[in-house]
Structures are given as C-alpha cells and as structure tokens.
C-alpha cells in the first residue's frame, strides 16, 4: 500500500497498459467489478493498559468495507475522507488480518442516480457518467474531455496502525503578518486524552538554517489549547514571497507531547509555515470607463499580475505519481514564470508532495474545491453530511501552507445552472435553495464559506468562474474564455477583448511531442497519420478534428504527414497563448486601481495520460512550444506587440475606395519592484529579401510592477509595396547591452505571406557542448532572413531554456541545454522551410 487496482493488475499481466493504442476500450470491466484486497501483519504484543490502537485510512478510493480479523470495523463511501477507526477491539497477538473490499464506484453509483431520479429526472452533467455527481470520487476517473475513463479502486493512500497513549490532534500553527509586515505565530492544538497526569507539551520555532528562534514549554491543563508568538519585527523571520519576487523562507513549526514522568516523547507534530500577508482585492478601477471591480491578488502589500496554469491530476492512476514527478512538474511551472497553479475540481485534493513543493517554489495555489461540471445532490442529508467532514478535512489539512491562496466551492457548476437552465437567480440571497433544482448552491455560498472561515484564514470564493452575477461578467470575479476553441470560436487573435478582470481559465489544444505520439501508438505503423483511429482515441475533446482543422486552415499552411499536423497545431496553440497572455498582462497598469486584469491561468500545465490536449507540457515533460511562448510572455521583462489595419473611407456613402492604414502597438511589462531605464529598439525587415527598412532606438523608463505603453508605429504602404514586412523589437539594458526581451510581429494570417526559401534564410544552429560537462551545453541560432516559429528538438530527451523562437538578421539567439547525451542530435522546423509549405 498505497495501491491503485489497475496499476495492480497491469503489472501482473492481467489487463494491457490502457495507454497504449485502443487499450483503454479493453479495461472497462476494470471499474465494474469488486475487488479485495488482503494484508497481513504480525504484532509481538497488544496493546498495554492506557494505550489505544488505531487503524488509519488516509484515501480509500471509494466505496470500501474493512474486516479485521473478520470483524467489520469500517464502511467508507468518500475517496477525499481519512478515517480513524478503533482497532483494539479486533487485535490478536501474533498474526492479523486485513481486509479491505471495494465495490464498483460505477454501479453504486448508478444505483445512488436511480434512487434519486423520483425527485428529478435529469441530473445535468457535462463529461463523464451523470452518476458520478452521486459518487464522492475524483470526477475526472469517469472520463473527461483531455482523459481516458479510467474507473479506479484501492486504498490509493497509505493505510497504517497506531498505537499511542496519547497524541496531538488538530495542529494549527497560524502565522500572520499584519498589514504594516509585523510577524507573529499563534499555535493551537488539542490532546487525544488530556486527562493523562504527567503530560507537558514543548513547542519550537526553527528558522530555515536549522536555528532555533522560540521554546516553550506547557504543563498540565496548559499543554493544549492556543499559544502565541509576538515575532520580532528587525527580521526574526523573513517573508515569504512569490516565485520571482524574493525567497520563500520556511519556519518548522513543532510540538512534542512528553512524558514528564518518564521523559519519553508521546507524540510529536511538525508544520512548515511561511510568513506572508495574502489578499484578494475587489477595488474599483482608476480609469472612470471601466465598471466592477479589480480581481486581484495582492502579497506583502505589492499588487501582483499572477501568471499560472490549471493543474489537473498527472496520472489517471495516482499513486503512479511520485514525489519526484510532482517536483518536476512544479519546476517546470516556476522556470516558466508561472506563479500560480488551479487545483481544479473534477480531480483531487492533492498529495503533500504537491502542496509542500508550492511552498518551497514560491508557486500559489487556486484550490478548488471536488464540485466539476454538474448539479449535485446537495439535497440529500447523506450527501451533505458527507462533503462537510470532507471540506472540513481538506481545509484543516491545507490551511497552513503559504502557498495556499484561495478556496473555490466548485468548477463551472454555476455555468450549468446557467446553461441547463436550473432555478438560480443571483440576486435571491435568502432562497431555500435546497428545495430547487440547483441545490448544491446552499453549499458553496453558504455551507463552506462557514466551514473556510471557522478553521482557516484562506480567502474563500463560491465557485469559478463566479462574479455574483452572470458567470460571464467581464467586469467582476473571475471569468473562463472559452469563446476561442469552444462557443463562438473566435480568433485567437482577439483574446485581449475576450478577458476579465481575472482569466481562470483559456486555451487552445495543441499534439504533444512525436516522441510522445510514438508511444501510444506502440509500433503501429499502421496509424501515422493525424487523422488515424488511435490518435482520435487519444484526444477526447468533442469536436476536436472540425477546431483544429479551423484554428489551422485559418492561420497557417500545413502539410499532410504526422509530423507536420504536430507542428502546425503546436504553433497555433503557442501564438495563441502569446495572443493571450500579453493582451492580459498589457492591462496590468499599476497599483491596485489600474489592475483592469490582474491574472490568467491557461487551461492546463499538465496531461493525465499521453494525449493531444489543451496542455502546454505534456504527459513525459516535454514542453511544446506554447510553454516556451508563455514563459517569454510572463518573463519579468517582457515585450508585447500588436499589429492591426485600420480601414478608412472619404465619406460615409462610398464603400469602393478606401485606404487601409496598419499600425504596431508596442507595450513593456516590467514586473521588477523597482523602475528600470532600457533601451527599446525596433527594426522592420523584409520578410523575403532580409532588408532593414526601418530602425529607431531610443531610451525609456519602464514603471515597477506594471505594463507601459511604448508607442504606436505605423507601417507605411511604402514599406510593404514589394514585400512584407515583418516588425521586430528588443529591450536591451543600456549598460551591458543585455538583450532582457524580443518580440517580432508578422503580417498575419501567416498563411498569405510568401516566405523566403531555405537557402536564402541560410539557418545557422550550432550545438556548443561545455567544456565543464558534456551533459551540457548551448544551442546557437542564427539567420540570415526572419525567421517564424523556429522549433528545436533533440533526439534525445533534453531541457532546454527556450524554444519556438523568432528570428531576425545580426540577432544571434542562444539556448542552453541540459541533459545530453553522447548520440544527442538536433532536429528543427520553422514555418516556410521546405516541409511547412
């Protein structure tokens, strides 16, 4: 244990790896059947007098009956719950035995769905088996639009015996800063049996270098209850910042239970804590045309614009999901500049390892709450009663965690209520909602901003998207802008009139890496091609061949074979995420009253099985471009570029003639805490000959924290009479000549331009392997042409520091590289070389 059933019968050959090929077709009856599972331990002795023994469940998945030694001790029917359950009663001496029997989550809970349907005929429901509203069970198992249905069962978190005399429960160390940065720490916790004599409690504060900052000790009726630690303000204790804006400090919090007869320790508890000031601002915009409210995160008084991604579980089978990877996975967010990630609610409450990695990496956490994409049975008395001990849980166990910044009750549940036309009207805030048709409402606005604020100090929000009015609110909360790719399917291009005050969630799908595609394809030749059976199979987006053909036919052209569908889609989906997050970060405009966005999390970092799928890495780690294209976006100094055509006409009565005036708008974002003079230089060059029509330079001052506009440059007809003209400008500091951000805008849609050929780009990429170590070394780019969409892969799985990059003549680009290996080898593409038409 821990132990997933799947993962079980794979590995003794009985079922095939549902990742490969049709094989999840092959592993349904999986989720269908009842599964047993047997242990056996031996104890040397039982228990002595005063000592109770527990049996500690910390995830059984999902409907579970457990015997000790034949005796039922007990019945579990919610995968998010831990139990504690008395095992003196059914310990023997010598040999024992466990068992634990999990019945079908899937026909319990069609059962569940049936008894319920004499109330309501239609459950709305989008992805997955309706009866999965009825199931306590990471909703995503049931199959998702980016995810095999994959039905599991086990006790998919560890399952132990504890035997104590007494021992702590409900740890609370609660660090605070106040809104001038004063630190302080007050602990609280109870006894299992505080009736014990003898029993004294020690606590300590221990800085991040191992130093001990505060001891104290408590006897008697005083070792439970709360304690507090006023925390020196000349830098007792340093704060906790986002990635990228300083360090993120961590203080163990501890406890030991004594013995002060004996000296022995009885029990001891830990926390790591960081100290920091979190809020969520809802201010009204300086400019006097925008209405609402901001949406924004503000950490140790510093207003900030939160770049991040939605984080979805990175298995379909959890415990195949290491500690290592969730490391990896959440350094690949930070060294993209991400600074949040979303915990989204039809997954799980995630392992330790993820939440502690936030913490150390300085990455904030959306944590939704397990409520996706339905109407749930918030009705029935079981059903609640069932979510508060698990709402309850999760927010103990979560709350002190720095990384943790905002509680949701649910995923786009009151865009069903919306959508499916449910009895909820926004403005009734006094309505017996459990009697409507939508009654998990009286949880999310009423049930769990209780139980958030009792046991936390996290900022609650009802739902996501949520504003209090329509969900589409643009001016208020938060927003999901699915109009590109799903809805009205709009240009990606438009994405920065699309957006709210805060976008938690956006995106467009893109192929994972070839590598990756070879895989699942499992040597089946048969099926290289993009519009093969398997690859449809691993793509679960409804309608996904009829938006991708749209997003690509309309933007670029594309050749036929496999490796050119992966490209075309990657660049799509890269130039898109470019699209979105600049236009977003562009109205960052400084201070708490000029946020008119404030935050937007792309829809998703990461894959659950090896798939095409709206995320920008993919199930092995391989990045795709779009990371690359954020990462560049959400850099700490940033360009951002937009090209656009204004068409005039002499009077209001004639149509035939007009004339067409095109325009670049250049903005910079610079997110440093401190003003920063740069020199901006921009340049226009010929897309087919290379020649410089145009450069200027000039020096600027960059406002801290915010985006500036730089200035608005028109194109002149002249310039593009016999080519086009592709507009290229860096952000270069003024001393060292550092080049700290490029951009290059392109005439678009790409697929008009005529690009220059091959040998008259004369691409120039070098590998330099250092001299220090041969597993490393630097990519060198350069070109004689631009350069659109240039993607570097190695033949070996590397890291690489960039990618998908734009180039322009004299501006060699450099791209460190890490993890080669003796036969590594480079491979590339850009858009117009001889396989992109």
């Known amino acids: 244990m821990p132990s997933m059933i799947h993962e079980e019968l794979k590995v003794a050959g009985l079922i095939p790896d549902f990742h490969l090929g049709l094989n999840e077709e092959l592993v349904q009856w999986v989720g269908e059947a009842e599964w047993i599972y047997r242990c056996e331990f031996e104890l040397d002795r039982l228990p002595e007098d005063g000592e109770a023994a ?15 030694n034949g005796k039922k001790v007990l019945e579990s029917s919610n995968m998010f719950l831990s139990h504690r359950v008395s095992a003196l009663p059914s310990l023997r001496r010598g040999l024992n035995t466990l068992y634990l029997t999990f019945h079908s989550s899937f026909l319990r809970g069609r059962e569940l769905e049936e008894r319920a349907l004499g109330r309501a005929q239609h459950w709305p429901c989008w992805n997955g088996d309706p009866s999965r509203l009825f199931v306590r069970k990471a909703g995503y198992g049931y199959g998702w639009d980016w995810g095999p249905c994959v039905v599991t069962a086990g006790p998919y978190r560890p399952v132990r015996l504890e035997v104590y005399r007494s021992r702590i429960i409900d740890f ?39 130093v001990a900052l505060r001891k104290t000790s408590f006897e008697g009726a005083a070792c ?64 006097p045309a925008e209405s609402g409210r901001t949406f924004l995160f503000e950490l ?49 409450y995630e392992d330790e390892a993820f939440y502690e990695g936030c913490d150390e990496l300085g990455l904030l956490v959306w944590q939704d709450l397990m409520f996706a994409c339905g109407s749930y049975p918030a009705h029935l008395p079981d059903f609640r009663a069932s979510v508060e001990t698990e709402v309850t849980q999760v927010v103990k166990r979560l709350r002190s965690h720095a990384c943790v910044a905002l509680i949701a009750g649910n995923n786009e549940d009151y865009q069903i209520a919306e959508a499916e036309g449910l009895e909820y009207d926004p403005t009734n805030k006094d309505g017996d909602w459990l009697r409507t048709n939508f009654p998990a409402r009286e949880l999310y606005e009423r049930t769990f901003p209780r139980i958030v604020s009792d046991y936390s100090d996290v900022f609650y929000w009802p739902g996501s998207p949520w504003a209090g009015k329509s969900t589409r609110d643009l001016t208020e909360g938060d927003v999901h802008v699915w109009d590109v790719w ?67 036919t309309e933007n ?28 977003w970060r562009r109205k960052f405009e400084g201070g708490v009253g000029g946020a008119k966005c404030a935050g937007a999390l792309v829809w998703q970092l990461n894959d659950v099985w090896p798939t095409t799928s709206w995320s920008i890495v993919d199930f092995f780690l391989r990045p795709k471009p779009a990371y690359f294209a954020i990462k560049r976006t959400l850099a700490p100094m940033a360009l951002g570029a937009r090209r656009y055509t204004v068409r005039r006409f002499p009077d209001r009565f004639s149509a035939a003639e007009h004339i067409d005036e095109t325009f670049v708008d250049l903005w910079a974002s610079n997110m440093h805490l401190s003003r920063r003079r740069v020199v901006i230089e921009v340049e226009a060059f010929e897309l087919r000959s290379g020649r410089r ?34 507009i290229a400008a860096r952000l270069v500091e003024p001393e060292s000549e550092e080049v700290l951000a490029r951009v290059s805008v392109y005439p678009e849609p790409f697929k008009y331009l005529s690009f220059p050929s091959p040998s ?16 490393t070394g630097e990519i060198r780019v350069a070109a004689d042409r631009p350069v659109k969409g240039l993607v570097l892969r190695t033949s070996t799985d590397t890291k690489l520091s960039d990618n998908f990059l734009d180039l322009v003549p004299r501006d060699e680009q450099v791209v460190r590289v890490d993890g080669l290996e003796k036969e590594t080898k480079l491979e590339w593409r850009y858009l117009g070389d001889e396989h992109c038409p």
């Open 300 to 348: 140790n008084g510093v207003p900030l614009f939160v770049g991040g991604s939605n984080w979805i579980p990175i298995d379909s089978v959890v415990t195949n999901a290491s500690r290592d990877r969730y490391r990896r996975w959440l350094e690949l967010a930070r060294e993209g500049n991400q600074t949040m990630v979303r915990v989204w609610g039809g997954g799980l």
């Open 224 to 287: 439970a209850g709360e304690h507090v630690w006023r925390l020196d303000g000349e830098g007792e204790v340093e704060l906790w910042w986002a990635a990228g804006m300083g360090e993120q400090p961590l203080y163990e919090v501890a406890v030991d239970l004594v013995d002060m007869h004996t000296g022995a320790v009885l029990d001891s508890v830990s926390r790591k804590v960081g100290f920091r000031r979190l809020r969520v601002v809802r201010a009204p915009l300086d400019d």
């Open 54 to 68: 527990d049996l500690v469940f910390e995830g059984l998945d999902t409907f579970a009956t457990v015997f000790l």
């Open 172 to 210: 609370w160390p609660r660090a605070h800063v106040s809104d001038s940065l004063e630190a302080s720490l007050s602990l609280s916790w109870t006894v299992s049996d505080d009736t014990l004599p003898g029993l004294a409690a020690a606590a300590r504060l221990v800085s991040p270098r191992g």
């Open 760 to 775: 008259d780009v004369n691409l120039r990429i070098t590998l330099h392997r250092s001299r220090s170590s041969s597993s």
């Open 693 to 726: 029509v145009h450069r200027e330079k000039r020096e600027v001052e960059l406002g801290e924290n915010r985006s500036t506009e730089l200035q608005t440059l028109e194109v002149p007809s002249a310039w593009e009479k016999e080519d086009a003209v592709v």
């Open 486 to 552: 799903h809805g009205s399917q709009e240009p990606y291009q438009d994405y920065h009139r699309l957006g709210g005050r805060f976008v938690s969630e956006f995106g467009m799908e893109g192929a994972p890496d070839v590598g990756t595609i070879d895989y699942f394809l499992d040597g089946d030749t048969s099926q290289l091609f993009p519009q093969s059976r398997t690859l449809d199979a691993h793509n679960k987006a409804a309608g996904h061949e009829r938006r991708l053909a749209l997003y690509v």
């Open 556 to 583: 670029i052209r594309s050749g036929t074979t496999l490796e050119d569908y992966v490209y075309a889609t990657q660049f799509v989906q890269a130039e898109a995420m470019a699209s979105a997050f600049g236009g």
